[in-house]
């Protein structure tokens, strides 16, 4: 199930909040007067992470994620990267599964945005 991480306030950045499970991360951000102004889920398959983020002036991205190189004297910042196609299905039933104690506000909106990608 979803939880809430710790998360560190970013100067001009929108409020956000970050949850997270195993196989899931749910970013969320906030317009200043409290509504959801977008989101990013972050889930993996065997091989690589993947992130889904919607935002209402861009729409939808969905990107692979470069973790960076593996040795500690080389560059570990991880990138997005050209990928797959989206598994809608595959996603909307492992964010069902997971998301079922999150507020019905957060839940539902994810959710009806993941049935119009």
């Not at 749910?26 to 200043?32: A, D, E, R, S, V």
């Not at 091989?47 to 470069?66: E, N, T, V």
Request: hydrophobic share 40%; glycine share 6%.
């Amino acid at each position: 199930m979803l939880h809430d991480a710790p998360i560190r306030k970013v100067d001009g950045d929108l409020p956000r909040k970050w949850m997270m499970d195993r196989d899931l991360e749910l970013i969320l951000w906030y317009q200043t007067e409290g509504g959801i102004a977008g989101f990013e889920l972050i889930h993996s398959d065997n091989i690589r992470r993947h992130s889904l983020r919607w935002l209402p002036a861009q729409g939808f991205q969905y990107a692979c994620i470069d973790e960076g190189e593996q040795s500690p004297e080389a560059n570990r910042t991880p990138i997005l990267c050209s990928g797959p196609a989206f598994p809608k299905a595959q996603v909307l039933a492992l964010f069902s599964e997971r998301s079922a104690t999150l507020p019905p506000e957060i839940r539902d909106f994810v959710l009806e945005k993941l049935t119009r990608y």
